[in-house]
């Protein structure tokens, strides 16, 4: 755990990488008489991919910091620390010549990537003496272990090699490597891979996560920005270099076609400039033709993956004007080679019926020994075709890169809606500035205004902010702020009618997400409007009163601030019952309190610390600091786990990680006062194996792994729970993990829409409109609308007719009609009026039961308060004093 490192981080790397900046570029200016160039075999003592071998990542590192020192073609920058302190590199392979005017190049890029205001006779030289900026990035799956391996390699190849086809690239292109995006998973990896060879467990996955917070979903945080590895890739991508083509080489299962490229499968998603999805057929046709001119079969187009994704840095990429592929190899296990009957083989439900020969995949594999060095090849083939490319056609790519962001901001002058306003006034400030904060991450010109201006009839106050879809990003934008209603059409539903699972959410709207009012408006707005070029860093303002202060419990911050307090072992009220000036769930702080503590935690947070007139202690209750667990599981581990750890430690909850162990111990009330239980199924918590599990090495059966990580807490676990419920504790459930206490405690609700087939009711990541009771302790500070984050096999709850409907309370229910706001969604009469989130007294202690993802990926703002209100509330029954 590093608590209150990330923010740290993030301002370093805001203030201190440039690409041109000395100081990080490790190789010395000018090096005297290189030293030899040593080959991977030289000096890893094996060939990249190798059965059985994998090449760690601090001593690549040391292999890049080798090469960038013997080779005048490559430059090794170090960005910064990844999560857990390794080096994140990025590399920049071009002509010695290139490298040398490498930031007037960028520039060159930058011009081209926003030609707004641009003479046409600029735009021309800049076509003539730019160069392609082609993106490259490996390794963001861990387990995913070939592409890692095979850039050390392939950077070898480009610094060594002297052919024409190689001198062309190196002319032509800068080439910039991310040569792994998740150092830290590469290490846990490897380690855990060398410790399993030659046992039984050789090829199994590593047991837990392979990103300290968020294993695989790692590339769900591209357009939030959640983690360190984000940032750096953002800042590349999104801000220093708006490459023309971005390829993220990844890994796929073992039983398919060999290799995924370029273009896509349907459905698209609309409103990026065709050019970029021509390009991402050209590019994919090149690479595969590359391939079957290299002899290697095996390899489809326009299958598996279709081009309407998640908002990874790939698939976010082509709304940013630039070409944003994916290739996908076929696994073997790990660094062990697998063996595969040709009967094994299969096609996929999206563009490859059968494994058979079609247009798409002319030459499918016949089966065999499938090995990490078959992938390494094939990567690296897939590599230099996109350079190669690139290169031979370096005038017309960059000529494109100017079209697209030019007609991309013409579409956006003359379409509607002309612009979003995302007004001063909103519920929770400080998380509309954090909202600005993601888009200018995104690279996105965000305006504000320095005076209060009228639009349309609105009335708008100074501070308000205007983002103007008539801007090259007008794609991306479009989708972060505009509402969004997924495809339901033959592309996505199956021969039976059934709707087909979008490859992840159905939206990715961040303001509805985070609970920020956002207008649409149909005209360029025309107000005093002053362009955002820093972060939002808002410092809370500090007026005691006789009293004390009262901080706004609509804020999220400000439960930052009351752990802040905490720390400083300040005491804090909540107030229960409004009053002059204060609303429920607003937070007093003592007058006692340290000036110089109360002054620093506003400057962090944000928050105001305003002065409290009146006393206030007959409608408030003294807050005691939670002592809080968390279940945490083995099976490849839990991404929603650590996604809430992420949360918490943004947030500054201390907080207690539970392993089977622990919650097995039967006085769990003893030592703590609430016990999360991240969304799982609850088989994985109780380790009972799942009925009918699925085959193949991808399973996460416990019996796959080594004894020490079968975890599960079986009815043991279960009973400790029970009690500790029953003696006053608080058990938080978030989404299907209700499921546990709904079956094993027998509590009087059910989950309606467990079981009901997907023609009936579906809603695959998708806002849902909710009615919200603030006036309990376990909505404080919410508003009384909101919308809930609902992914399919999230519970929605219906209250059984029982004596014990009066310990039940619901905190947040589903509308009665048009649920939808953005995303998909069939079926509402299923879940209208029902409840999202229920508390359900039991014993003398309650359960929590958030249906919904309150708090998905840390990126649903809107609904955050809901998981912080139900750690610091007390359960009804076991509050002595101060009941509501
Ligand atoms: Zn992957």
């Known amino acids: ?9 993030l301002v370093l790397v805001v203030l201190a990488f440039t690409i041109g900046l000395p100081g990080l570029a490790l190789r010395p200016a000018v090096a005297q008489d290189p030293p030899p160039i040593p080959s991977p075999e030289a000096f890893f003592g094996f060939e990249m991919g190798a059965d059985r071998k994998l090449a760690r990542w601090d001593k690549l590192v040391e292999y890049y910091n080798v090469l960038g020192e013997a080779s005048p073609r490559l430059r090794v920058v170090n960005m910064g620390e990844s999560t857990l302190g390794n080096p994140f590199l990025v590399l920049f392979i071009s002509s010695p010549e290139n490298l040398a005017r490498l930031e007037e190049l960028r520039q060159i890029n930058a011009t081209l990537s926003d030609p707004r205001g641009v003479s046409e006779e600029e735009i021309n030289r800049a076509v003539a003496e730019g160069k392609a900026v082609v993106v490259q990035s490996m390794g963001l799956h861990s387990s995913e272990v070939a592409a890692s391996q095979m850039v050390a390699e392939l950077t070898y190849d480009m610094v060594t090699r002297d052919d024409e086809e190689m001198q062309r690239i190196l002319d032509n292109t800068i080439a910039i490597m991310i040569p792994c995006f998740n150092p830290d998973g590469e290490i846990m990896v490897t380690d855990w891979y060398n410790q399993t060879v030659g046992t039984e467990y050789e090829g199994v996955g590593l047991p837990w996560l392979y990103h300290h917070y ?15 590895e984000s940032v750096y890739g953002a800042k590349i991508l999104f801000q220093d270099w708006i490459p023309q083509a971005y390829i993220d080489h990844h890994q796929m299962g073992a039983y398919g076609a060999r290799l995924f490229v370029p273009p896509y499968a349907d459905p698209i998603r609309p409103d990026g400039d065709p050019l970029v999805w021509r390009e991402m057929a050209w590019y994919g046709a090149h690479i595969a033709y590359k391939e079957e001119e290299a002899g290697k079969s095996g390899v489809v187009n326009a299958a598996v993956y279709s081009g309407w994704g998640h908002f990874g840095f790939h698939w976010i990429t082509p709304f940013h004007n630039i070409a944003g592929m994916l290739t996908e190899s076929a696994s073997a296990r790990l660094a062990t080679p697998l063996f595969l009957h040709p009967d094994q083989l299969q096609g996929s439900r999206r563009g490859m019926p059968e494994y058979e020969a079609q247009t798409t995949f002319p030459n499918p594999w016949p089966g065999g020994w499938w090995r990490v060095r078959d992938i390494v090849e094939q990567q690296k083939i897939a590599v230099l075709a996109a350079l190669d490319i690139a290169a031979r056609n370096r005038e017309t790519v960059l000529r494109t890169a100017y079209l697209k962001a030019m007609r991309q ?6 379409g509607k809606p002309a612009a979003f306003i995302i007004p001063a006034a909103q519920h929770d400030p400080l998380t509309a500035g954090k909202m600005v904060n993601t888009l200018l991450g995104q690279g996105i010109e965000v305006m504000q205004a320095s005076a209060a201006f009228t639009h349309e009839g609105r009335v708008y106050d100074a501070g308000a902010y205007v983002v103007s879809m008539a801007q090259p990003k ?59 070029t820093q972060k939002i860093d808002p410092a809370g303002q500090v007026a005691q009163g006789p009293h004390g202060y009262v901080l706004d419990g609509r804020l999220n911050d400000s439960f930052k601030a009351v752990n802040l307090l905490w720390d400083g072992k300040v005491e804090v009220r909540r107030v229960d019952r409004p009053s002059t000036g204060l609303r429920a769930g607003d937070f007093l702080v003592s007058a006692s309190a340290p000036e110089a503590l109360v002054a620093e935690i506003a400057q962090e947070t944000g928050v105001d610390f305003l002065g409290l007139d009146t006393e206030a202690l007959s409608t408030s209750h003294p807050l005691r600091r939670p002592r809080i667990g968390m279940y945490q599981r083995y099976l490849g581990g839990n991404m929603d786990e650590g996604w809430t750890r992420l949360l918490l430690e943004n947030f500054g909850f201390p907080y207690t990680t539970l392993k089977d162990a622990e919650i097995k111990a039967d006085d769990l009330h003893e030592d703590y006062d609430v016990i999360i239980l991240p969304a799982d199924n609850v088989a994985r918590m109780t380790g009972e194996r799942p009925e009918g599990g699925s085959g193949g090495f991808r399973s996460r059966r416990p019996e796959d792994y080594p004894p020490e990580y079968r ?15 029953e003696n006053g504790g608080t058990l938080v459930t978030f989404a299907e993990a209700g499921a546990l206490p ?8 059910r989950n309606v829409v467990a079981g009901v087939p997907s023609k009936e009711f579906w809603s695959p990541g998708s806002t849902l409109r909710v009615n919200v009771d603030n ?5 404080y500070g919410m508003p009384r609308e909101a919308l809930a984050m609902f992914l399919q096999g999230n519970h929605v709850y219906q209250i059984l007719p029982s004596d014990r409907n009066h310990r039940i309370e619901r905190i947040a229910t589903f509308v009665d009609r048009d649920l939808l706001q953005s995303g998909w969604l069939l079926g509402e009469q299923v879940i209208a009026e029902k409840a999202a989130m229920v508390s359900v007294g039991h014993g003398q202690g309650r359960v929590v039961l958030i249906g919904f993802r309150a708090q998905h990926r840390v990126q649903t703002h809107g609904t955050f308060k809901l998981v912080f209100n139900a750690l610091l509330s007390t359960p009804p029954d076991a509050q002595t004093t101060n009941g509501r």
């Open 1 to 9: 755990m590093k608590p209150n490192r990330l923010p740290i981080r």
């Open 214 to 228: 968020i294993g695989h979903d790692n590339n769900r945080d591209a357009f939030m920005q959640n983690t360190i």
């Open 409 to 414: 901001t013409e579409r956006g002058a003359k």
């Open 474 to 532: 007008r794609g991306v934008l479009r989708w972060l702020l505009g509402r969004t209603f997924y495809p339901d059409d033959t592309y996505t539903r199956d021969r039976d009618g059934n709707p087909i699972r979008p490859y992840d959410m159905s939206t990715d709207n961040i303001a509805e997400y985070m609970g920020v009012r956002v207008d649409p408006v149909d005209t360029a707005v025309e107000a005093a409007l002053v362009k955002v």
């Open 711 to 725: 975890s599960g807490f079986g009815k043991e676990g279960v009973e400790a729970l029970k009690a500790f419920v």
């Open 742 to 749: 709904i079956q094993k405690f027998e509590l009087p609700i």
């Open 775 to 779: 006036t309990n302790p376990l909505a």
